[in-house]
Nanobody, 123 residues
Framework: QLQLLESGGGSVQAGGSLRLSCDISGYTYERYCMGWFRQAPGKGREAVAILFRDGTVEYNYLVKARFSASQDKAKDVLYLQMNKLVPEDTAMYYC?????????????????WGQGTQVTVSS
């Protein structure tokens, strides 16, 4: 079982930056991929950044030029650095872990989820 705990959300003005953290505890035999997702009110959950087992990171095209995801394996923490934020980035942000082979871009494939951290960007 894994436990994921996000932090770092808040309210910023457009153009600002935030860094989200996801502290991971517990154990699972395999972490096939890790992901950052977000969900805005009235919208579906969408992938923001996916961290693959081989170290590759891929991004949603909406954030590719502005967000950067990374992992500190020694501390077992995920990060999401978000720059040049826009109001459309306003959402609840979640980190998640997938423990089996599946589509890393599909939120339904993820087994473990944090409780989320709110990001609000004002214009």
């Amino acid at each position: 079982q894994l436990q994921l705990l996000e932090s770092g959300g808040g309210s910023v003005q457009a153009g600002g930056s935030l860094r989200l953290s996801c502290d991971i505890s517990g154990y699972t035999y395999e972490r096939y991929c890790m992901g950052w997702f977000r969900q805005a009110p009235g919208k579906g959950r969408e992938a923001v950044a996916i961290l693959f087992r081989d170290g590759t990171v891929e991004y949603n095209y909406l954030v590719k030029a502005r967000f950067s995801a990374s992992q500190d394996k020694a501390k077992d923490v995920l990060y999401l650095q978000m720059n040049k934020l826009v109001p459309e980035d306003t959402a609840m942000y979640y980190c998640a872990a997938q423990s089996h082979f599946g589509d890393c871009w599909a939120h339904r494939e993820y087994t473990y989820w944090g409780q989320g951290t709110q990001v609000t960007v004002s214009s």
